[in-house]
């Protein structure tokens, strides 16, 4: 382990020194498109934090970068993204559509279970088939597992948050929602309703660090993976992942 972390190190160092030049040339300043997801991305009311956001605080740090947040829908990172206004975006997952847009440079995120919350006991998910006929609410942009995306026999109702679709299924306007496990649960919690978790749920897959196609980050890819494998061996990434699951799983 020590031999590892040593050779990391040094690869890093010498990626920095590469990257600065001279002290007289500023550290890379990564513009980062982020939508308000608590835990995974907090943005609003204060520094940023989250999983997400203290996974990639402890890479940046090790190489030396400074990092700027732009807040923004999910939907409007990606457009951000195409217009060459953001650097990089943290947790997408793989799709085609994605992959002309971004590089999918790290596998950095914990794989999570899509939830299926429900509020009336008539829409109680057993099986995939008992979503057909129901309306469900999604997040705008995002993407869960390959067939519910791609089903278009099942009737879906988009909101920028998953806070907003929470609201909407108390109120009637869907009947469930999907949503990842940590932030589905943060969302019930903080608006303390009566929400319940059916039976049924998808396992995750590991979601991504997305480096733009057009950024000069892009060039730091090995870096940043690098970097990934310190934190990884230092076990700090695997002590963020315990302080939010302690916290926020149900």
Same mark, same amino acid.
């Given at each position: 382990?020590?031999?590892?972390?040593?050779?990391?190190?040094?690869?890093?160092?010498?990626?920095?020194?590469?990257?600065?030049?001279?002290?007289?040339?500023?550290?890379?300043?990564?513009?980062?498109?982020?939508?308000?997801?608590?835990?995974?991305?907090?943005?609003?009311?204060?520094?940023?934090?989250?999983?997400?956001?203290?996974?990639?605080?402890? %890479?940046?740090?090790?190489?030396?970068?400074?990092?700027?947040?732009?807040?923004?829908?999910?939907?409007?990172?990606?457009?951000? %993204?195409?217009?060459?206004?953001?650097?990089?975006?943290?947790?997408?997952?793989?799709?085609?559509?994605?992959?002309?847009?971004?590089?999918?440079?790290?596998?950095?995120?914990?794989?999570?279970?899509?939830?299926?919350?429900?509020?009336?006991?008539?829409?109680? %998910?057993?099986?995939?088939?008992?979503?057909?006929?129901?309306?469900?609410?999604?997040?705008?942009?995002?993407?869960y597992f390959t067939r519910f995306d791609n089903d278009e026999q099942l009737r879906k109702e988009a909101a920028p948050r998953y806070e907003n679709l929470v609201l909407m299924m108390e109120k009637g306007r869907v009947d469930v929602v999907?949503?990842?496990?940590?932030?589905?649960?943060?969302?019930?919690?903080?608006?303390?309703?009566?929400?319940?978790?059916?039976?049924?749920?998808?396992?995750?897959?590991?979601?991504? %660090?997305?480096?733009?196609?057009?950024?000069?980050?892009?060039?730091?890819?090995?870096?940043?993976?690098?970097?990934?494998?310190?934190?990884?061996?230092?076990?700090?990434?695997?002590?963020?992942?315990?302080?939010?699951?302690?916290?926020?799983?149900?």
């Amino acid at each position: 382990m020590r031999a590892l972390t040593a050779v990391l190190l040094v690869a890093m160092s010498l990626a920095v020194s590469a990257q600065q030049g001279t002290e007289t040339v500023r550290a890379l300043t990564v513009t980062v498109g982020a939508n308000h997801a608590p835990p995974y991305r907090i943005i609003e009311g204060g520094p940023p934090s989250g999983l997400y956001v203290e996974i990639f605080k402890e %890479i940046t740090d090790r190489l030396g970068w400074n990092t700027h947040y732009r807040e923004a829908p999910f939907r409007r990172v990606l457009k951000l %993204i195409q217009q060459g206004e953001v650097d990089v975006m943290l947790g997408a997952l793989k799709t085609s559509e994605r992959d002309e847009l971004m590089a999918f440079v790290a596998p950095a995120f914990p794989p999570e279970r899509r939830l299926f919350l429900y509020h009336n006991d008539a829409n109680r %998910i057993e099986r995939y088939a008992d979503l057909y006929g129901k309306t469900i609410g999604v997040l705008e942009g995002s993407s869960y597992f390959t067939r519910f995306d791609n089903d278009e026999q099942l009737r879906k109702e988009a909101a920028p948050r998953y806070e907003n679709l929470v609201l909407m299924m108390e109120k009637g306007r869907v009947d469930v929602v999907v949503a990842p496990e940590l932030i589905g649960m943060y969302s019930v919690r903080e608006l303390g309703l009566p929400v319940n978790v059916s039976p049924f749920y998808m396992p995750g897959e590991r979601s991504w %660090i997305a480096v733009a196609k057009t950024s000069p980050v892009l060039e730091y890819s090995d870096d940043i993976r690098a970097a990934l494998k310190l934190i990884e061996s230092e076990g700090i990434y695997e002590d963020l992942i315990v302080k939010y699951m302690d916290q926020y799983a149900r």
